[in-house]
C-alpha cells in the first residue's frame, strides 16, 4: 500500500486545489481543470468516494458561479454524477440527500425523480 499511496492520494491532493483555487481569484478554467482532473485521478484509482466529493464540489462550484446556463446545466449534470457515483460506493444516504437538494434546487414543479442510473466511463 505504501508504494501506490503518492498515487492514490494525489486525486486528494488536486481535489483540494480545486476547492482552493474555486475560491480564491484564480481564472474558472484552471478551476475547472483542476476539477476534472481530480476526477480523472479518483476514476483511475477506483476511488469512488473521491469521485464522488470530487464530482459534487464540482457541480456545487458551477452552480454558485452565477455564470450562464451552461455552467448551471452542467453543475447540474456533476450533482446527477456524483448520485449515481455515492450510489456505487453504496453511500445511500449521502446520494438521497443529494438527490433531494437537486430536486429542491430544479423546484417543486419537477414531477419525476434525478436519475441515479450508474454513470459509464470511458476507458482511455
Not at 1 to 29: D, E, G, N, T, W
Not at 43 to 57: M, R
Not at 80 to 90: G, P
Request: with cysteine.
Amino acid at each position: 500500500m505504501a508504494r501506490i499511496a503518492p498515487h492514490y492520494c494525489l486525486s486528494k491532493l488536486r481535489l483540494l486545489q480545486a476547492c482552493l483555487f474555486s475560491v480564491s481569484s484564480r481564472k474558472k478554467h484552471i478551476v475547472v481543470q483542476q476539477f476534472m482532473v481530480a476526477i480523472a485521478l479518483a476514476q483511475l484509482n477506483g476511488s469512488f468516494c473521491d469521485e464522488a466529493v470530487a464530482c459534487e464540489q464540482y457541480g456545487r462550484y458551477l452552480l454558485g458561479d452565477n455564470g450562464d446556463s451552461d455552467s448551471r446545466s452542467e453543475g447540474l449534470a456533476q450533482l446527477r454524477r456524483a448520485c449515481a457515483v455515492f450510489r456505487r460506493w453504496s453511500a445511500n444516504r449521502k446520494a438521497e440527500m443529494l438527490e433531494n437538494e437537486l430536486n429542491q434546487e430544479l423546484g417543486d414543479s419537477m414531477t419525476t425523480k434525478i436519475s441515479t442510473e450508474p454513470v459509464q466511463l470511458e476507458n482511455s
